[in-house]
């Protein structure tokens, strides 16, 4: 079973709208968590650390439900420049922390 | 704001070639990282380096490849003999000690 697993999308939103983003991991023991953001053909940024039940950050928020074991990620008030693939990523399991990426979630803000 | 950089931020070289890929990872950080992302594909961990030396790597960290820290600053990961399956993108990542990840840009390594 994938350590993660994310729709792949693509989400299609206009300008303004909100959206949300759920992923499932597998690992129960899996205790934080990174958003990431990818554009194409550039590098991981990171968007988010959730190491509790949740995490706000002006239009990004963030939430851990450990009991089902999913975390979501909504963002309000799109922009243009939130286009973006949006990657869930499991804190490594071990002090060296290896990052495993799934194929993230797309996401195209359109006028 | 502190950030990973790499050089170069595209190489081309050809199948058999020995390719050093460079990065100067944030100046106080402990871990470090190399993943790689063939086009169209997920990123993938290939390696990481604490203390001076390989903590974890996966199975496509195969003797062709290696990790040096010649000094203070530069991380850099070599590529022995390189196949055409090694074109990708392959990025370097730093840490302090918490779980934060930082990339840098990428390399574009393209191999003929």
């Known amino acids: 079973r994938k350590e993660v697993e994310q729709d792949p999308g693509p989400f299609n939103v206009p300008e303004g709208a909100t959206v949300a983003f759920n992923c499932t991991y597998s690992?129960?023991?899996?205790?934080?968590f990174f958003w990431y953001r990818q554009d194409c053909r550039k590098e991981p940024k990171l968007l988010m650390s959730?190491?509790?039940s949740g995490n706000e950050d002006g239009r990004f928020t963030a939430q851990l439900n450990r009991a089902s074991q999913y975390i979501s990620l909504l963002i309000r008030d799109s922009k243009l420049s939130d286009s973006a693939t949006y990657l869930c990523?499991?804190?490594?399991?071990?002090?060296?922390?290896?990052?495993?990426f799934g194929q993230g979630t797309i996401l195209t803000v359109h006028p | 704001e502190p950030e990973v950089t790499q050089t170069p931020s595209h190489q081309v070289t050809q199948m058999g070639q020995e390719v050093i890929l460079r990065c100067v990872p944030i100046?106080?950080?402990?871990?470090f990282y190399w993943y790689r992302q063939i086009l169209g594909q997920k990123v993938e961990f290939l390696v990481s380096?604490?203390?001076?030396?390989?903590?974890?790597k996966s199975e496509i960290f195969d003797d062709q490849f290696s990790v040096e820290r010649p000094d203070g600053s530069n991380f850099t990961l070599k590529i022995r003999s390189t196949k055409l399956e090694d074109s990708a993108m392959y990025f370097c990542?730093?840490?302090?000690?918490?779980?934060?990840?930082?990339f840098g840009p990428g390399t574009r390594l393209t191999v003929t």
């Open positions: 990542a730093s840490k302090l000690v918490s779980y934060e990840q930082y």
């Open positions: 690992n129960s023991a899996s205790q934080s």
């Open positions: 959730v190491y509790s």
């Open positions: 990523v499991p804190a490594g399991g071990t002090s060296y922390g290896k990052l495993t």
């Open positions: 100046s106080n950080h402990l871990y």
């Open positions: 380096f604490y203390n001076n030396e390989i903590s974890e």
